[in-house]
Every structure is written in structure tokens, then in C-alpha cells.
């Protein structure tokens, strides 16, 4: 089982709907949880992080994090062209580890 | 100059040369780490440096050498490297190694090894 993991993707959605990214990690330990987007030909860019079960929200960007289920995910409400994008799950236990990222496609 | 910066963007090189990649941060962090990109699979950690030691060497062949000679600079040597060394390298900081607060990227360097 990989430490933390992602779907490939493509996620396609129209413009103006929600895009649901999803991650999971085997480590119960895990403490802390980040979300990253990367557009091709680009370094990863931190766009949220989260500690605690529940949810947290910046903007059109929701992070959910279920410790019990161990899974993260983010929610873009009112997708757009431009969030077109890799979005990198990173978890941190006593280290810190990436999945291979989902590419999200959003369809003017 | 604000947050990370990497030199060279792009470097061609044989597989005689040496070169070197620099990485500067204007963040104030104290830690600085290497990794390496390749298609399709997950950021590789190659090397950490934490207040200018170094605490982490993920058993990187030696072709790579990291050299912090402060907590703002970071550099990777690189010599006799092999074609599938051919990646993007990145730079990346944090306030410290035990940060919450998430990692600053640099722009990367895209290396092509022929």
C-alpha cells in the first residue's frame, strides 16, 4: 500500500461546478495534512493545510480531513479554467510525504 | 528578491560534466531540503538541511553532492550523472523541520542529462 495516495486522474468538470479531490494515507500517526497545486511546468504551490477532523475553508478551497477514515480531500466550489491544475496531497508524520498528485481539468 | 530562488531554470549537461544547481530563500526559514521530480511518480526527498545541517540523506547515489554553507542558501553538485538522473529539481524551505506551516518551492530546475 502506498504511504499516501491519489488518484492520477484526469478529474474533468465544467466550468462553475465543484471539483472533489481525494487522498488517503496508511499512517495513523499522520499529523498534519497539506494540499498543493501544480500547474504544468511549475513548482508546487501550498494552497491550504489542516490538523484537525473537520473541515476547513479558504475561499472557494475546502479541506476535509476524516483521521478515523484517514482520508483528505479538497473541495473548489465554483470551478474555473484556471484551477486547471496537478493537486499534490502531502502528509506529515515524522517525515514528510507526497502522493503523485491528481490533475484536475476544468472545462470552459 | 521574495521567496525561493533556483538557478539555472534549465541545464543540458553531458555525462562527464559537473555542474551545480543553487537555491536561495529570502523567507527567513531555517530549513531547506532537495527533491526530484520525475513523470508520474511522487516528489522524491533527496537531502535536508535543518538550521545548516545536514539531517536527511534518502540514499541519494553520490554523483549528488548538497552543500548549505548558510540557512539561505543551497546548492546541489552534480557530476558524472547517468541519463535517468534527467528530472526537474526542486528547492524548497520551511520555518524549520518540524514545521506545520507547509513548504516554500522554488521555480525548479529542469535538468536533462545526454
Known amino acids: 500500500q502506498k504511504e499516501v495516495e491519489q488518484n492520477s486522474g484526469p478529474l474533468s468538470v465544467p466550468e462553475g461546478a465543484i471539483a472533489s479531490l481525494n487522498c488517503t494515507y496508511s499512517d495513523r500517526g499522520s499529523q498534519s495534512f497539506f494540499w498543493y497545486r501544480q500547474y504544468s511546468g511549475k513548482s508546487p504551490e501550498l494552497i491550504m493545510f489542516i490538523y484537525s477532523n473537520g473541515d476547513k475553508e479558504d475561499g472557494r478551497f475546502t479541506a476535509q480531513l476524516n483521521k478515523a477514515s484517514q482520508y483528505v480531500s479538497l473541495l473548489i466550489r465554483d470551478s474555473q479554467p484556471s484551477d486547471s491544475a496537478t493537486y499534490l496531497c502531502a502528509v506529515r508524520t515524522y517525515k514528510y510525504i507526497f502522493g503523485t498528485g491528481t490533475r484536475l481539468k476544468v472545462l470552459a | 528578491e521574495t521567496g525561493v530562488t533556483q538557478t539555472p531554470r534549465h541545464l543540458v549537461m553531458g555525462m562527464t560534466n559537473k555542474k551545480s544547481l543553487k537555491c536561495e530563500q529570502h523567507l527567513g526559514h531555517n530549513a531547506m531540503y532537495w527533491y526530484k521530480q520525475s513523470a508520474k511518480k511522487p516528489l522524491e526527498l533527496m537531502f535536508v538541511?535543518?538550521?545548516?545541517?545536514?539531517?536527511e540523506n534518502n540514499s541519494v547515489p553520490s554523483r549528488f553532492s548538497p552543500e548549505c554553507p548558510n540557512s539561505s542558501h543551497l546548492f546541489l553538485h552534480l557530476h558524472t550523472l547517468q541519463p535517468e538522473d534527467s528530472a526537474l529539481y526542486l528547492c524548497a524551505s520551511s520555518l524549520d523541520r518540524v514545521s506545520n506551516y507547509g513548504y516554500t518551492f522554488g521555480s525548479g530546475t529542469r535538468l536533462t542529462v545526454v
Open positions: 538541511y535543518n538550521f545548516k545541517e545536514q539531517t
